[in-house]
């Protein structure tokens, strides 16, 4: 199986810091996606990768940036975090072909104070 | 924009009654579908997809949804819930032909187990 991993599972953080969110897929996926879950909004799509050095905007990519150095890493940016970034933060990753769909992270609960 | 849809924000069964939640997507040429739940304080877990083939879906933990292309439905049904079946469900689209890619999300149902 696939394994999707979120280096933090919580992560506190003050107003104005950078922050880094992890992740790592062990299935040399080219597919990677960064989503944030807000209670009655469901999850929203922050940025996405289809390989090494590219990426796209998603739907709600504005106060954040990433990075795809690597294959399996994927990493989320908080240039200047807001108390108004404190969400759930998924990562995912996608297979294509035969058994085609995605697999999520346990998640990133992010709080900015 | 293309969008799903989840009627409902929150569902309450009773033990060992069946249940149906409800999920609409917007009409595309080519759509996958797709139901997650999440337990507290978790990621997500797939409990089945519809790519093609078969408008009939099964899926884990006794979970089943159909494909309905002329209402533009994909409905998660059980026959019998159980209490650890209390969890948030989030039905979910990929569209071809434009836009973003990844899924698209629906903002989830609170299915409540009632004893």
């Known amino acids: 199986d696939v394994k999707v991993t979120q280096s933090s599972r919580y992560l506190v953080k003050r107003t104005g810091e950078k922050v880094f969110l992890e992740c790592v897929q062990d299935?040399?996926?080219?597919?990677m996606f960064w989503y944030r879950q807000d209670p009655g909004l469901g999850l929203r799509l922050i940025y996405f990768s289809y390989d090494v050095k590219m990426k796209e905007k998603g739907d709600i990519p504005e106060g954040y940036s990433v990075s795809r150095e690597k294959k399996e890493r994927f990493s989320l940016i908080l240039e200047s975090a807001s108390t108004n970034q404190t969400s759930m933060y998924l990562c995912?990753?996608?297979?294509?072909?035969?058994?085609?769909?995605?697999?999520f992270g346990s998640g990133t609960r992010l709080t900015v104070v | 924009a293309q969008s799903v849809t989840q009627l409902d924000s929150q569902v309450p069964v009773f033990e060992e009654a069946p249940v149906e939640l409800r999920c609409n997507y917007s009409s595309s040429v080519s759509v996958y579908l797709f139901w997650y739940v999440q337990y507290p304080n978790q990621g997500l877990q797939l409990l089945l997809k519809?790519?093609?083939?078969?408008?009939l879906v099964k899926g884990i933990n006794g979970f089943e949804a159909e494909f309905n292309k002329s209402q533009t439905s994909f409905h998660l049904r059980k026959p019998s819930v159980h209490i650890s079946d209390t969890a948030e469900y989030f039905c979910a689209a990929e569209y071809s032909g434009g836009g973003a890619d990844g899924l698209t999300f629906g903002k989830g149902t609170h299915l409540i187990i009632q004893p």
């Open positions: 995912a990753s996608r297979r294509t072909g035969l058994n085609y769909g995605y697999t």
């Open positions: 299935m040399d996926h080219e597919n």
């Open positions: 519809y790519l093609s083939g078969s408008t």
